[in-house]
C-alpha cells in the first residue's frame, strides 16, 4: 500500500509597510496550486516552508500574522524585497557598511 501525498498547501501574506503581514488566501491541493500560478504571474517571490504554512494556515483570513511570527516573516519580506529591487524608505543599498565599536566589559568603571 502506497503512503498518501500529503495534501499541497499554499498560503498568501499581503505587507503593506505598516502594519503586521495579513493572510489573504490559503489552500490546499487545486486551490494551492491556483495560488502558486496566480502568484507566479504577477512576479511575487514564492517561499517554500512546509512547517511555516502549516501554522499560518490554522489562521482565519484577513488575520494578521501572531507576534510570535514577526522576526521570521520579516525575514522572509525583506528577503524578497531585495530580490524585488525594494528596500524600506531611506535605506541606500549602495551605502558601505558601518563600522562599529564593540566594547566589553566585565565590571563597571
Not at 514577526?70 to 524608505?89: D, M
Amino acid at each position: 500500500m502506497k503512503n498518501p501525498t500529503p495534501p499541497r498547501q499554499a498560503i498568501a501574506l499581503k505587507y503593506d509597510g505598516q502594519q503586521a503581514p495579513t493572510l489573504t488566501a490559503k489552500g490546499d491541493d487545486a486551490l494551492a496550486e491556483a495560488i502558486l500560478k496566480l502568484a507566479r504571474e504577477n512576479e511575487v517571490p514564492i517561499y517554500e516552508n512546509a512547517e511555516l504554512v502549516k501554522l499560518l494556515a490554522r489562521m482565519e483570513l484577513g488575520d494578521s500574522i501572531p507576534e510570535e511570527l514577526y522576526r521570521t516573516i520579516a525575514e522572509i519580506i525583506a528577503f524578497a524585497w531585495t530580490l524585488k529591487g525594494k528596500f524600506p524608505a531611506g535605506y541606500d543599498p549602495n551605502a558601505q557598511p558601518a563600522e562599529r565599536d564593540v566594547t566589553a566589559r566585565g565590571e563597571d568603571y
